[in-house]
């Protein structure tokens, strides 16, 4: 089955000119064209999409998809270095990720100390407190905060 560039952007959930972008920049080297000039996408070229939707997510540069795509188009040559470049970015979401939990905790202990705040009607009572005077999961968090970047 074939879709128009609209039926795919809905399948995928993106705008079309996104699709039109990934094309521009050399992301979609299979895309077939009608006689009109019309783009058609093929139901193999879901899942290649979806992969770049997915690496675009993880942070991939534009020039890192292209490298995977050059990878690809090496064909069974080149699977040692699709897994090795696969396990590269599977790092970087790791740390991302771990990043991003230090991060919510940061949020979730400004939440508790505004909340507190509020009640109280002031911050001044919590601003003079010592790391050890928050509760348990949030002294960690004070400290860190506390100690000018270290």
């Known amino acids: 089955m074939l879709y128009t560039i609209g039926e795919m952007s809905k399948k995928l959930g993106i705008p079309a000119s996104t699709l039109r972008y990934y094309e521009k920049e050399q992301l979609l080297p299979c895309v077939e064209r009608t006689t009109g000039g019309i783009r058609m996408f093929k139901e193999s070229d879901l899942e290649f999409l979806n992969i770049i939707n997915c690496l675009k997510k993880a942070g991939v540069s534009i020039s890192g998809i292209r490298e995977f795509i050059a990878l690809v188009k090496q064909g069974d ?49 919590l601003a003079g407190l010592d790391p050890e005077e928050f509760p348990k999961p949030y002294r960690k968090i004070k400290f860190e905060l506390t100690q000018d970047g270290k």
């Open 77 to 125: 040559a080149s699977i040692d270095a699709r897994l090795a470049f696969f396990q590269r970015e599977k790092e970087c979401v790791l740390r991302q990720i771990g990043e991003l939990k230090k991060t919510l905790e940061v949020l979730e202990f400004k939440c508790w100390y505004y909340t507190q705040a509020k009640q109280e009607g002031t911050t001044k009572r």
